[in-house]
């Protein structure tokens, strides 16, 4: 779980701010609390603010360390860092990380670095005890390049290596120690010499993953993994545990980059998936009757490259010859699927919504197209919803604009469900959000309500309610729209408008 997380000179952020997801001492929805050791930890926060005034470089902040963590400095990937411009001196200074996290057995640790384009100037990694913390590894990277790790006390759980710091090699000044810790390399598949893993432009082809191999004995994961594939075997458990976090644990997750696979992949596993997810949408009041998978018809060696093909079978090589099983390959943005079955023939269905026609006995299926951006954006959560209430792993859902072209009825309803589907679960919900409607202490506490508000120079600065002095009862949504607690949008009359006078 993530207990808080600091950023300076990052985007608007020219100042550190803090973000918590430590409870306060209010006893207000008791059941919104996770109690881990001495730590009371909030499974869901809302921060609001005016368009611009930094809510988004949250999430990109969170993003973009998760990004440089598990994938490292590449070519292939826009991980160009961008400070705080507006300033002369912040705008040639590094830029600071700081998270402070709890995973492995209960333990919390605060992990950060500072870093620019060029270097990493420092990286280090603490565990939090009750009244101290304990040094696990120190880095400082020189002008020059030459870097250096001083490794404390720890117990190390070495599963491959025979002394356990031989492997740790002269990494590049703008790579993380544990980044390097954990990958070999940021280009295609472990072992292969191709960077693109044979994957074409086609549309088809294009951002190709293999997401889950359809047998009962798989345990679906509805979140793929941003990390590259390249991943060492665990060598030291204490960065093992730490980079997992990064790696599976946290989600960023922005309007735009919602893949639509889950849903078809929930289906293809288990039916329990798909009767939740109807629960769901009768929930939620779609006007949707459900959601199913249609065959439909594809020539695979016109639509398919010879490389893609290739791919495929490559990565299919352990299925039995004679079985059912199929390893299933889906692509952001798109709601077709392409089976490959044991004798490596392809077949591909579609994802569609199914409406009843009124006065039949039937249902008729739409496209996904058909469906309002609103609709779609609420089935493109549900995976991840479903994946919380799951219980099969732990996550902290980090989603910007969760209202983005859904009504506000329903936004407070995808809260109401997170929070009802996480029970006694390590799950967290963090989003951004304009819709005012969630300003309710019958729905969220004043520890879980933040703001985010530009200054004149046009640096942001995060806040929570829980600083604020409340009369009892008071309308939270009213005196957030009468700019009590500010982060609204000010501007001036339209008489400042000379032209529109004019007129």
Known sequence: MLIRFMVENFLSFKDEVEFSMVAGESDEHPDHVTDIRDLRLLKTSVAFGANQS???NLIRALSYAQEFITQGPSEAIDLKLVPFLLDSETSQKPSKFVFEIQCGLAQSFEYQFTVDNRRVHKES?????????????????????????????????????ENHFDFIRNFAPNELFLTAVNMEGNAGISGDDDPDNGIAANAYERDARLFIRRTPGTTLDLVASPSSPNRLESRIAFLDIIYDWFDRTLVPVFGDSIPIQGIGLGILKDMEFK???????????????????????????SVLSDEFRDFAKKNVPDISEGSDEKAIFGYPGREDYILVDSNHDFSACRLVTLHKIKGKNRQVAF???AESNGTRRLLQLMPALLDLHSGKSDRVFVIDELDSSIHAHLTGKVIELFLASAGNRENQLIVTSHDTGLLDLDLLRRDEIWFIEKDRNGASSLYSLEEFRLPEKMNI???????????????????????????
């Open 477 to 503: 949504e009213k005196g957030y729209l009468f700019g009590r607690f500010g982060a609204i949008p000010v501007s001036p009359s339209l008489e400042s408008l000379d032209w529109l006078r004019e007129a």
């Open 125 to 161: 990694l603490h565990e939090i005890l009750a009244d101290s913390t304990s040094m696990m590894f120190e880095r400082v990277t020189d002008s020059q390049g030459k870097t250096n790790v001083k490794i404390g006390a720890v117990n190390v759980l070495v599963t491959n290596e």
């Open 54 to 56: 930094g809510k988004s």
């Open 367 to 369: 496209n996904l197209s």
């Open 275 to 301: 009767n939740r997810l109807e629960d769901v949408l009768d929930f939620l009041d779609l006007g949707i009757d459900g959601v199913d998978l249609v065959p439909i018809e594809m020539d695979a060696e």
